[in-house]
C-alpha cells in the first residue's frame, strides 16, 4: 500500500469548500476531476457491464446532491467512494436471481479488456487484467478498491469503510481475494499453453468465465505437470500494480445525470447550483468521439484515443535552439538639448526572455540556494491529486497558483531510444522551472546495477534513453511553479517513460532539494528560480494548443 501517495483529497479542500459554499466553477471542476476515479471503481467492480453508466451517473449526482451534507472536506474521497460502492451493491442487489447480468455483460465493453488496451498492458500486467474476469462478483467488487489502493489511488483505510469492515477484517478478506486471484492468473496462463489435455476440455468451453469452468480448469490445473508447474519469474500482482494509471474515459461514454422525474428547481438543495450543471442534469447525454471532449457539469474532460497509424516525423531541436537571446541594446543617451516632449517609456515584459538550458550537475556536496517563496492558492489537477501518465497522447491540465512536481520513470531496459520530450501547451499566465530534485540526476549513475544498467537513462546491456541535442537533462523529480493554466502532455514515441504529476508545496519542494548524500541521496538538488520574470521557463512550452504536442520546440515564445 502507498501510504500518503494520494492524500485523501487534501488538495482539493479548497475546491471542495468552494463548491459547498455555492462558487460554480468550483462544482463543475469536482464534477470532472472525480469522475475517472468513480469510473474506475464502478467500471472494475462490474466488468464493464452495460449498467456501468448507470451506477457512476447515479454515484454522481448523489454525491452532487449531498456535497452540503459533507463537514470535513479532507474525507471527501472517502465520503465519494463509499457512495460509488454502495450504488454497486445496490445495482447487484436488484439484479439478483436474473440471467440480466449475463446477458447484459454480453452487450458491454468487457472492463479487463478495457484495461489492457487502453493502458497499453503487457506480460504479467495483461495477465492480472484478464485474470479479473473469473472472480466473483463479491471479489471483483473489492479487486475495484485493492487495485486503486496498490495504485496508490486509495488507502487501506478508504477500502475498508467503503466495503463497511474494520481495516483488520478487510486485510483478512483482500488476502483471500489475492489468492483466488492469483489462482485465476494461473488459469489466464494455462489457458495460453500448448497442453493437449487442457485443448481437449476447452473443446466443450463456451468462453463464459463462470464458477463452473474455473473449478473445472483448476481441477485440471492442480493435476497437470505442464499447466501447475513451476512459477519462477512470476510478480505479485501487488507489484505489478503500482503506480498504474486509471484507465481514461473512454469515448463514447455517455454521462447525463438525469434527475427522472424531478425538475432542475427541485433539486435546488443545500448547495447553489451551476447552471452548466444544471444544464447536463436535464439533458440527454452528450455524444463523444474520439479525439473529442466529453462535457461534464460544464467542464471538460479529455478523452483521448491512442492512435495505431505510425507517429509524424519530430524535427529533432539543436542545441542552437536553447541559446538565450541576445542582450538588448542600451537605449541611447538622451540628447542634453532640450525636447519639447520626452519620449514616451516602453514597458518591457521580461517574462519568457530566459529558457532553461543544459548544464552540468552541481558537486554532490553542494548545497542548493535558498527556494524564493512564490504565492500560494492551490493547484487543481484534470487527473485529481495524481496523474500517471505512461503513454503517448495522455495530457494533465493543471490549473491555479503554486508548485507541481513532475517525477520522471525512464524504463530503457523496455524499449530505448530517443526521447520525445513532453510537452507544456496552451499556458495563460506564467510557468516557470523553479527546482530539481529527487536525490539524483538521471544520468547519475545507480549503485548496485546489474549487467552494466549504469545510470537511469540506461546502460550498455539494455541501450539508453537518449534525449534530443540541446535538451535539458532532467533529474528523478521536476518541480514547476504556475500562476495560471496550463496543459502537460505526455510524448512517448521512441523511448519508453512516463512522468508522474503531483501538485506540490513550497515546503515540500525545499525538504527535497535539501535532501543530500547524508540521508542516502547522490546529490543535494538544485534551484533554478530567482524569484522574479527572469527564472527561467521550461523547455517545451508554447501558449499555442498544436494539433500535435510533440512538434512543440524546445524553445517557444511565451
Known amino acids: 500500500m502507498l501510504e500518503g501517495a494520494y492524500v485523501d483529497g487534501r488538495q482539493w479542500r479548497g475546491t471542495i469548500t468552494a463548491a459547498q459554499a455555492g462558487d460554480r466553477q468550483a462544482l463543475d471542476e469536482l464534477v470532472a476531476g472525480w469522475l475517472p476515479l468513480v469510473y474506475n471503481i464502478v467500471g472494475r467492480a462490474l466488468n464493464g457491464h452495460a449498467d456501468v453508466d448507470d451506477v457512476v451517473q447515479e454515484t454522481m449526482l448523489r454525491a452532487v446532491h449531498g456535497l452540503g451534507s459533507l463537514r470535513d472536506p479532507d474525507s471527501f474521497r472517502s465520503w465519494l467512494v463509499a457512495i460509488a460502492m454502495r450504488q454497486v451493491r445496490e445495482r447487484a442487489r436488484r439484479n439478483s436471481g436474473t440471467r440480466e447480468l449475463a446477458e447484459g455483460a454480453d452487450s458491454a465493453a468487457d472492463f479487463a479488456e478495457l484495461t489492457v488496451l487502453r493502458l497499453?498492458?503487457?506480460?504479467?500486467?495483461?495477465?492480472?487484467?484478464?485474470?479479473?474476469?473469473?472472480?466473483?462478483?463479491?471479489?471483483?467488487?473489492?479487486?475495484?478498491?485493492?487495485?486503486?489502493?496498490?495504485?496508490?489511488?486509495?488507502?487501506?483505510?478508504?477500502?475498508?469503510?467503503?466495503?463497511?469492515?474494520?481495516?483488520?477484517?478487510?486485510?483478512?478478506?483482500?488476502?483471500?481475494?489475492?489468492?483466488?486471484?492469483?489462482?485465476?492468473?494461473?488459469?489466464?496462463?494455462?489457458?495460453?499453453?500448448?497442453?493437449?489435455?487442457?485443448?481437449?476440455?476447452?473443446?466443450?468451453?463456451?468462453?463464459?468465465?463462470?464458477?463452473?469452468?474455473?473449478?473445472?480448469?483448476?481441477?485440471?490445473?492442480?493435476?497437470?505437470?505442464?499447466?501447475?508447474?513451476?512459477?519462477?519469474?512470476?510478480?505479485p500482482a501487488e507489484r505489478l500494480l503500482v503506480g498504474l494509471a486509471l484507465v481514461p474515459v473512454p469515448a463514447g461514454f455517455a454521462f447525463s445525470l438525469a434527475l427522472g422525474g424531478k425538475t432542475a428547481a427541485a433539486a435546488a438543495v443545500p448547495v447553489a447550483w451551476s447552471a452548466k450543471v444544471l444544464?447536463?442534469?436535464?439533458?440527454?447525454?452528450?455524444?463523444?468521439?474520439?479525439?473529442?471532449?466529453?462535457?461534464?457539469?460544464?467542464?471538460?474532460?479529455?478523452?483521448?484515443?491512442?492512435?495505431?497509424?505510425?507517429?509524424?516525423?519530430?524535427?529533432?531541436?539543436?542545441?542552437?535552439?536553447?541559446?538565450?537571446?541576445?542582450?538588448?541594446?542600451?537605449?541611447?543617451?538622451?540628447?542634453?538639448?532640450?525636447?519639447?516632449?520626452?519620449?514616451?517609456?516602453?514597458?518591457?515584459?521580461l517574462y519568457g526572455t530566459v529558457v532553461d538550458a543544459v548544464d552540468r550537475a552541481p558537486d554532490p556536496d553542494a548545497r542548493p540556494a535558498a527556494l524564493p517563496h512564490r504565492p500560494e492558492s492551490g493547484i487543481t489537477?484534470?487527473?485529481?491529486?495524481?496523474?500517471?501518465?505512461?503513454?503517448?497522447?495522455?495530457?494533465?491540465?493543471?490549473?491555479?497558483?503554486?508548485?507541481?512536481?513532475?517525477?520522471?520513470?525512464?524504463?530503457?531496459?523496455?524499449?530505448?531510444?530517443?526521447?520525445?520530450?513532453?510537452?507544456?501547451?496552451?499556458?495563460?499566465?506564467?510557468?516557470?522551472?523553479?527546482?530539481?530534485?529527487?536525490?539524483?540526476?538521471?544520468?547519475?549513475?545507480?549503485?548496485?546495477?546489474?549487467?552494466?544498467?549504469?545510470?537511469?537513462?540506461?546502460?550498455?546491456?539494455?541501450?539508453?534513453?537518449?534525449?534530443?541535442?540541446?535538451?535539458?537533462?532532467?533529474?528523478?523529480?521536476?518541480?514547476?511553479?504556475?500562476?495560471?493554466?496550463?496543459?502537460?502532455?505526455?510524448?512517448?514515441?521512441?523511448?519508453?517513460?512516463?512522468?508522474?504529476?503531483?501538485p506540490s508545496s513550497w515546503d515540500d519542494v525545499t525538504e527535497d532539494i535539501m535532501t543530500g548524500p547524508d540521508q542516502g541521496a547522490i546529490r543535494y538538488g538544485l534551484v533554478r528560480d530567482n524569484g522574479k520574470d527572469t527564472a527561467p521557463v521550461p523547455q517545451y512550452v508554447t501558449r499555442a494548443t498544436p494539433d500535435d504536442p510533440a512538434t512543440v520546440p524546445q524553445r517557444s515564445l511565451v
Not at 287 to 304: C, E, H, N, P, Y
Not at 441 to 455: C, K
Open 120 to 235: 497499453q498492458l503487457e506480460g504479467q500486467r495483461r495477465e492480472v487484467a484478464e485474470a479479473v474476469r473469473w472472480l466473483d462478483d463479491d471479489d471483483r467488487q473489492l479487486l475495484s478498491l485493492w487495485w486503486l489502493e496498490v495504485a496508490g489511488e486509495l488507502t487501506r483505510r478508504e477500502l475498508a469503510a467503503a466495503v463497511g469492515i474494520s481495516r483488520q477484517h478487510a486485510a483478512v478478506r483482500v488476502q483471500r481475494m489475492k489468492g483466488r486471484l492469483e489462482a485465476a492468473r494461473g488459469i489466464v496462463r494455462a489457458l495460453e499453453s500448448p497442453c493437449t489435455d487442457l485443448r481437449k476440455l476447452t473443446v466443450r468451453w463456451d468462453g463464459r468465465t463462470d464458477s463452473v469452468w474455473r473449478k473445472r480448469f483448476a481441477r485440471h490445473i492442480r493435476g497437470c505437470g505442464r499447466c501447475g508447474g513451476p512459477s519462477e519469474g512470476l510478480v
Open 279 to 349: 444544464g447536463v442534469l436535464t439533458k440527454p447525454a452528450v455524444a463523444v468521439t474520439a479525439g473529442a471532449t466529453l462535457a461534464v457539469g460544464g467542464a471538460f474532460v479529455v478523452v483521448q484515443e491512442q492512435p495505431d497509424d505510425p507517429p509524424p516525423q519530430v524535427v529533432v531541436p539543436t542545441a542552437a535552439s536553447t541559446a538565450r537571446p541576445p542582450s538588448r541594446a542600451p537605449s541611447p543617451t538622451p540628447s542634453r538639448s532640450p525636447s519639447p516632449s520626452p519620449p514616451p517609456t516602453k514597458q518591457v515584459d
Open 381 to 502: 489537477s484534470s487527473w485529481g491529486p495524481k496523474a500517471v501518465m505512461q503513454h503517448r497522447g495522455e495530457s494533465v491540465k493543471l490549473k491555479g497558483q503554486g508548485y507541481v512536481l513532475v517525477r520522471w520513470q525512464i524504463s530503457p531496459k523496455y524499449r530505448p531510444g530517443q526521447v520525445v520530450m513532453p510537452s507544456w501547451t496552451g499556458l495563460r499566465g506564467k510557468l516557470f522551472h523553479v527546482a530539481s530534485g529527487g536525490g539524483r540526476r538521471m544520468d547519475d549513475p545507480l549503485a548496485g546495477s546489474p549487467d552494466g544498467y549504469a545510470t537511469g537513462m540506461g546502460g550498455p546491456s539494455i541501450g539508453y534513453a537518449v534525449l534530443p541535442p540541446g535538451t535539458q537533462q532532467m533529474w528523478q523529480n521536476e518541480y514547476f511553479y504556475l500562476d495560471g493554466t496550463v496543459t502537460l502532455t505526455q510524448n512517448e514515441r521512441g523511448a519508453d517513460y512516463g512522468v508522474i504529476v503531483f
